[in-house]
């Protein structure tokens, strides 16, 4: 059996990171057994780290992150921190550093989660984020600054080559899932990247005959959301809408402990990024009542990229079932972790 070993960056980060990140990993071993071997380089950043020596993320570790298969990250973040630091600093540097151009969050309703929503219906679909271009892109700059002439300006950069290549990852994925994309953009305001957008859409679906695509305005798409949001298969989407959109698709599944993300640099040159979407919830840190499933299925993604489907898969249909049974009841991060380790 070819049994490779892979090497993972670890990055627990702070809060409850630290505590959900061990359990995915455990998950992770444990799913794994006789298919594959993973060794874990752990680096020490985010909030707690600034706070001690003021580093964010030195270049040299970059480099050495770079080295690695896959990058599994707990959560980063700091109320004590001014705003940005580690946002720009670490995480956007992490993602424009390794070409991590593509933003998937999937957005699944289970079975036992309570939704806001009051008809959920079936929701199981996934946003493909543009994630290196678009308003996040460090184009602009304050002018006059502290004056009463002040002028500040952010570039939204959309780029022929960066919106082609996430076009096609959004194809690529619809093919395996319903085989439907919905394009949600201002086109009808936002005249130049709108309608560059869509003709990529258009162009490359040609290509792709069995998928169909529809097209949305974010502000429709984030009432569909609400009202009908069985309606998504794929929603692809640029960097600054994706960011909003996928903060509601994550609370009409029933919120912060359930949804994971990866930032994903397809070509293969860089490694992916994988991680809960809720942040590091000082509230409740060094509790150890953290839900470590979001951390459990960031795992699942991260394996998933590798190319380990089969783990992955066993890892999912654990939490789903898990979930199912479990989720109205108050566990601490050790039961969860336990309870999903003892069925795979
Ligand atoms: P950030 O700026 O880091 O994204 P945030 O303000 O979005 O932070 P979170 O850290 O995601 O906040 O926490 C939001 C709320 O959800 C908090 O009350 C937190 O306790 C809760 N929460 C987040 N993650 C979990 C989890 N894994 N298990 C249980 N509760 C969680
Ligand atoms: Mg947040």
Redesign the pocket.
């Known amino acids: 059996m070819n049994r490779q070993t892979y090497t993972i960056a670890v990055v627990p980060g702070?809060?409850?990171g630290k505590e959900?990140t061990p359990v995915a990993q455990e998950v992770m071993e444990k799913a794994t057994e006789g298919m594959a071997g993973f060794k874990y380089v752990d680096f020490d950043l985010g909030a707690e780290r600034y706070l001690r020596d003021g580093a964010v993320l030195p270049d040299e570790e970059l480099e050495r992150i770079k080295q690695t298969d896959a990058i599994l990250l707990g959560?980063?973040?700091?109320?004590r921190i001014h705003a940005g630091v580690l946002e720009r600093g670490l995480l956007l540097k992490l993602r424009f550093g390794l070409d991590q151009y593509v933003n998937l969050r999937p957005c699944k309703l289970y079975k036992g989660v309570e939704s806001p929503l009051k008809n959920p219906g079936d929701i199981d679909f996934v946003v493909v984020r543009e994630g290196t271009e678009g308003l996040y892109c460090g184009a602009g700059g304050a002018i006059r600054k502290d004056t009463p002439d002040e002028v500040a300006t952010e570039v939204s950069v959309n780029t022929a080559y960066g919106v082609e290549r996430v076009v096609r990852y959004a194809y690529e994925l619809a093919m395996k899932r319903r085989r439907h994309i919905t394009l949600v953009h201002k086109k009808n305001v936002l005249i130049n990247a709108g309608d560059m957008w869509q003709r990529i859409v258009d162009r490359v679906g040609q290509e792709y005959p069995e998928v169909s695509h529809d097209y949305q305005h974010i502000d429709a798409a984030t009432i569909f959301m609400v009202t009908d949001p069985g309606r998504f298969d794929v929603v692809l989407t640029d960097n600054l809408f994706g960011d909003i959109l996928t903060d509601e698709a994550g609370s009409v599944v029933g919120?912060?402990?359930y949804s994971a993300s990866g930032c994903i640099n397809a070509s293969g040159k860089y490694p992916s990024m994988f991680e809960?979407?809720?942040?590091?919830?000082?509230?409740?840190?060094g509790k150890g009542?953290?839900?470590?499933?979001?951390?459990v299925l960031s795992a699942a993604m991260l394996l998933r990229n590798l190319g380990l489907d089969e783990p992955a898969v066993l890892i999912e249909n654990a939490v789903e079932a898990d979930i199912e049974q479990n989720a109205s009841r108050r566990r601490s991060?050790a039961d969860v972790g336990r309870d999903i380790l003892g069925r795979l």
Do not use: K
């Not at 959560?75 to 109320?79: L, S």
């Not at 809960?276 to 840190?285: E, L, R």
């Open positions: 702070d809060g409850i959900i959560a980063i973040g700091d109320p919120g912060v402990g809960p979407i809720h942040g590091s919830a000082p509230d409740i840190a009542i953290a839900n470590p499933t979001a951390a991060t």
